[in-house]
């Protein structure tokens, strides 16, 4: 089973993509800040991250760069989900080492294909 590490600190968004990544047969773990993240990304290797980019500590741009620099979790993709809507946002994300921005509210069918898209890269 695909497995979905969820960084947000939303306890309704990480509700709502919890219950969306079930529905569509996916393991979900989460975390509510980029620090608890990292953390539970180095532990778990999931197969895929949905990181927001506004909370509190570390953000998703910074966890999305320690993540992508570290060779223990490099090649987990990450798909950025927030509701930063600027182009700058998405091109910063992608410098950082992102490899796909989303932003939210995402419909369930194109969460799903840019999770299968960069799980098949």
Partial sequence: MTHILIIDDSPTELHVFRTMLEKNQFQVSVASDGDT????????????????????GKNGF????????????????IIIVTTKNQETDKIWAMRQGARDYIVKPPNEKDLMERINSVLNQ
């Fill in 62 to 77: 910074q966890a999305t760069r320690d993540l992508s620099r570290n060779p223990e979790t490099s090649s987990i993709p």
């Fill in 37 to 56: 993240g990292i953390e539970k990304a180095l532990e778990l290797k999931p197969d895929c991250i949905l990181m927001d980019v506004v909370m509190p």
